[in-house]
């Protein structure tokens, strides 16, 4: 194994059940990984666990949410009994609410002067919708955190990887609510690594670029497969020309993970984007 200090070791993924995080799972778990498999659907956490378990590996499947602190110590306990106290924390749950998202990329006077009830311009943004997005992403991260991190404090090795996103840095058109949770967690993760520091944790995150995942196919495909017009502007920004694949996060995934390749790095994300970042569209 190109990773044997992770052998034996176990980690907790929040929002497990969907494609990138599931991947996640199933990348530590063939390192050896004891893979606990946290999402708030019980059947999609299962399906993950179950594959594991037929490629040979150890998980656990748990439902739970991750906005009540009860449910996750009710996770936490489970965990603890079946597969032993967490090592790496992975804060992988979040996803954005239609009620924090605008119609068009930009704000006409005609929307104003010319009410249309189909159009949700910034002016309509629901409270509720984007206070959805925020506790969903933010909190959904912090209380994980405040129950997993007493296991790893003192521990040798011990980690946490939240996951940002590319909204973080530019946020695109029509998420506002999506794109500033997000720019939270990335300054999040630098409190915690400071915050953490003294007690062994090292914390960083992942900031993926624009993956074809079951969250987005509506938002990237047309009805008929064909590639929507949001998908042929983010493409042309992105100089590697395609979107991500699961599997070109394993790399930053496991470098952050074990700490024999790793160990001196706390307070950093990882941009995982095809160049996105760095293109500035001339």
């Not at 530590?28 to 037929?54: H, P, S, T």
């Not at 009830?117 to 509720?128: E, G, H, P, Q, R």
């Not at 624009?210 to 929507?228: C, E, H, I, R, V």
Request: charge should be negative; proline fraction near 3%; charged fraction near 20%.
């Amino acid at each position: 194994m190109a990773h044997e200090s992770l052998q034996g070791k176990v980690a907790v993924i929040t929002g497990a059940g969907g494609v990138l995080c599931g991947g996640f799972a199933k990348t530590l778990a063939r390192q050896g990984v004891k893979v606990a498999v946290l999402d708030l659907r019980l059947e999609a956490a299962e399906k993950i666990a179950d594959e594991i378990a037929k490629d040979g590996g150890e998980a656990l499947a748990v439902s739970c949410d991750v906005l009540s602190r009860e449910s996750m110590e009710e996770a936490r306990n489970k965990v603890n009994s079946k597969l032993g106290t967490c090592d790496i924390l992975i804060n992988g749950a979040g996803g954005n609410h239609p009620k924090g998202t605008t119609t068009k990329e930009t704000l006409e006077l005609t929307d104003l002067t010319e009410k249309d009830d189909s159009i949700i311009t910034f002016f309509d943004l629901d409270s509720k919708g984007i206070e959805f997005v925020f506790n969903l992403n933010f909190l959904g991260t912090l209380i994980p955190t405040q129950v997993f991190a007493k296991d790893l404090a003192g521990k040798k090795d011990a980690c946490i990887i939240n996951i940002s996103s590319m909204n973080a840095y530019c946020p695109l058109t029509k998420i506002p609510a999506y794109s500033a949770a997000k720019a939270a967690i990335g300054n999040f993760t630098q409190w915690m690594a400071v915050h953490f520091a003294d007690v062994g944790i090292r914390v960083n995150a992942i900031a993926p670029g624009f993956f074809s995942t079951a969250q987005n196919k509506a938002l990237l495909y047309n009805p008929d497969g064909s590639l929507s017009a949001r998908s042929q502007k983010i493409l042309s920004h992105t100089p590697m020309r395609r979107f991500g694949d699961p599997k070109d996060l394993d790399g930053a995934l496991l470098f952050l993970s074990d700490a024999d390749y790793s160990g001196f790095v706390s307070g950093s994300t990882i941009n995982v984007d095809g160049g996105f970042l760095a293109y500035s569209g001339v």
